[in-house]
């Protein structure tokens, strides 16, 4: 009876993917689906990737489409933006986003200005993308979040996906958009399995670009966040769940644009915000959450006032006992909702 | 039209008796060609430079000369505008330098492909746009080539990538054309420009590193004006023989007034680049006549521009070329 079942039913039953393989996936299939797809980065084709994202892939599409290029970052980012000028569509890895900065002059000036100053007659279709924020023990140079810093450019489409299936449908919409993408991934979620169901397994499977996701649904407090930070709010909202505190969990997925729309509706049914982020809180994400709150319908709403928790503002200590502090924690999020609820 | 009317003055001279004199010689008397002689390059890691004899056929010359003078005009134009402040901001003159860029683009096919600094009005002219678009892209005008939202740095047309702001930015994305190409299998090359200040750029020498490393078909070409910005190159480089900069890569350096000589050095690097055995350079040995931009201090201009006017005056790119013609 069970193999008959099993014979009937149509379609991949939903599998635990890793964040990892999900984006390894993506790639492998926009690779297959478009010639003018390759990648290049460092160590991205004989070692398999630095962080193994691009495993097998150098090995199934060769020299040719997946290319190892030397420590340079300004020279190859500036050499991915011209081929994307040219008519092909690269994948320009960073090892890390903190090397990007070598390189930024290539992503604003000559990746994300180009459309505009052309009038249009000149697109780039590239996408930048590697682990960002902080990671474990790395230290300061090492550990910075870029979201902010790229989110604060015209330009440029930034994302930043929490689980497999955000990696997985993002990272493939970017790939196909014909603008400049930065994705920023996440190094500590490399390794996290979540469940994909068999319409995130298809081929086709995007998820938009500008569109936030309702995580967990919640009439009490919103809670805003992007990235790794989204899961310690789900914990957080799950602990709170239990003292009767129902928080509403908003995955914001990209960066920019930003869809403030589904946070003011939030805010608008819950009275209460607080945004939750990894990096610096000085100009940063949870600022422009607050600043564009207040600007719309949505601040009218407001019981109080919302509420930013974010990276400590030092360059990142090496120490695991400061390292820990120096990022948002379960408990700090805690903190906040219950300071902002005043309970 | 010449014959037409020698023939008519010749006719009605006889008939009046009057002795006019004309031009005895009729339009079949002008030879169809010349052969020259042209200055020999020096080489760097190459057995044998660009041919030191080349022949010019009258359209040729008469097609070189007439853009030459055109982008000549059109520059003292935008220097005229840019003085009444119609145009604004940033305008950087490429006179004196006009045998370098239709010397390239008599040495490259037009589905090759370009991209140079923001010294750019003559090539955006050379690559196809009509001087009306340039100057109405200049002047701020939604008829400009980029609507009037680039200016003067951010032109630009088909195979040719602008018009950069940022000094060196411009060569990286060329060898990222010409590995496009590469990809594409196409046996299009890439003119990748900088100029002798950007000459000393990170990045540049990231360039040629990875062309050299997936021999990518890219021409990069120094446009040795010798002065970056207001700096002479004695007081900029260490090295100042640009040609020799990139090492590992063969170079040549080239008479940049001559653009006949421009022209040979360009297409033997094209063809170099075509084979199949990576990249090339190219220093081209030109002058500008106006300062940096025009947004420059007069004083350093004037001070070398008077004493080198006179030493470069023998050496006007069209005036070369007239004198031959």
């Known amino acids: 009876m069970a193999a008959l079942r099993c014979f009937l039913r149509s379609g991949k039953p939903a599998m635990e993917v890793t964040v990892r393989d999900a984006l390894n996936q993506a790639m492998d299939e926009e690779l297959e689906r478009d010639d003018r797809v390759f990648l290049l980065g460092e160590e991205v084709a004989q070692y398999d990737g630095a962080y193994k994202v691009s495993r097998g892939l150098w090995k199934k599409y060769g020299d040719k489409r997946i290319i190892d290029t030397p420590i340079t970052e300004m020279g190859f980012a500036g050499i991915a933006v011209g081929s994307a000028m040219a008519g092909l569509r690269p994948i320009c890895e960073f090892m890390t986003f903190n090397f990007s900065m070598q390189a930024i002059d290539q992503v604003i000036n000559s990746a994300a200005k180009t459309y505009y100053m052309s009038a249009g007659l000149q697109s780039v279709p590239i996408v930048f993308r590697g682990p960002n924020g902080a990671s474990a023990g790395v230290a300061a140079q090492h550990s910075q979040c870029f979201a902010a810093w790229y989110g604060h450019c015209p330009g440029l489409k930034v994302v930043s996906p929490w689980n497999s299936e955000d990696a997985r449908g993002l990272l493939k919409s970017a790939i196909r958009d014909d603008n400049p993408v930065v994705f920023l991934e996440n190094e500590l979620m490399y390794g996290v399995p979540f469940e994909l169901s068999e319409e995130a397994q298809s081929k086709d499977f995007t998820v938009p670009i500008g569109k936030a996701k309702i995580e967990r649904q919640g009439n009490h407090i919103t809670l805003v966040s992007h990235s790794r930070m989204v899961g310690h709010c789900l914990d957080a909202a799950a602990v709170l769940a239990k003292e009767g505190i129902e928080c509403e969990v908003i995955n914001l997925r990209t960066i920019r644009p930003m869809d403030i729309e589904t946070i003011e509706a939030s805010v608008i049914k819950t009275n209460h915000l607080v945004t939750v982020e990894g990096g610096w809180p000085q100009f940063g994400v949870g600022a422009e959450i607050c600043a564009r709150i207040m600007e719309g319908p949505a601040f009218n709403y407001l019981d109080a006032p919302a509420v930013r928790v974010t990276g400590v503002d030092i360059p990142m200590p090496y120490a695991k006992i400061l390292e820990d502090h120096s990022v948002p924690q379960i408990k700090d999020i805690m903190f906040s909702v219950k300071k902002t609820l005043n309970v | ?325």
């Open chain 2, 1 to 325: 039209m010449l014959t037409i009317v020698s023939n008519a003055l010749r006719g009605s001279a006889s008939k009046n008796g009057t002795r006019l004199v004309v031009s005895a010689r009729s339009y079949a008397d002008f030879t169809p060609q010349v052969s020259f002689d042209i200055k020999r390059c020096d080489v760097h890691r190459l057995d044998q430079g660009p041919p030191d004899k080349t022949v010019l056929t009258r359209e040729q010359g008469l097609q070189y000369y007439r853009t030459m003078q055109v982008m000549r005009r059109m520059e003292l134009k935008a220097d005229q505008l840019y003085k009444q402040k119609i145009i604004r901001g940033f305008c950087h003159l490429y006179d004196g330098q006009e045998a370098c860029a239709v010397g390239i683009e008599a040495g490259i096919k037009p589905d090759d492909h370009l991209i140079t600094a923001y010294r750019a009005h003559g090539y955006t002219y050379t690559r196809g746009v009509p001087v009306k678009e340039i100057l109405a892209e200049l002047t701020g005008r939604k008829g400009g080539v980029a609507k009037g939202k680039g200016g003067s740095m951010h032109m630009y047309a088909k195979h040719f990538y602008g018009g950069n702001g940022i000094v060196g930015a411009q060569v990286p994305l060329g060898a990222g054309v010409a590995l496009a190409c590469k990809y594409h299998g196409n046996s299009q090359v890439c003119v990748a420009l900088y100029g002798d200040g950007a000459a000393n750029q990170g990045q540049i020498f990231e360039s040629y590193n990875m062309a050299a490393l997936w021999k990518l078909p890219c021409i990069f070409i120094c446009e040795n004006n010798k002065y970056g910005m207001g700096t002479s190159v004695e007081r900029a480089s260490a090295n100042t023989d640009y040609y020799k900069r990139g090492d590992f890569i063969p170079g040549i350096r080239v008479d940049g007034m001559d653009v006949l000589c421009v022209r040979e050095a360009t297409k033997f690097a094209a063809d170099y680049c075509r084979s199949g055995k990576g990249p090339i350079l190219m220093e081209l040995q030109t002058y500008r006549y106006h300062g940096h931009s025009m947004s420059d201090p007069g004083s350093p201009v004037l001070l070398y521009g008077c004493c080198s006017f006179f030493l470069v005056r023998g050496t006007n790119p069209w005036i070369k070329l007239k004198s031959v013609s």
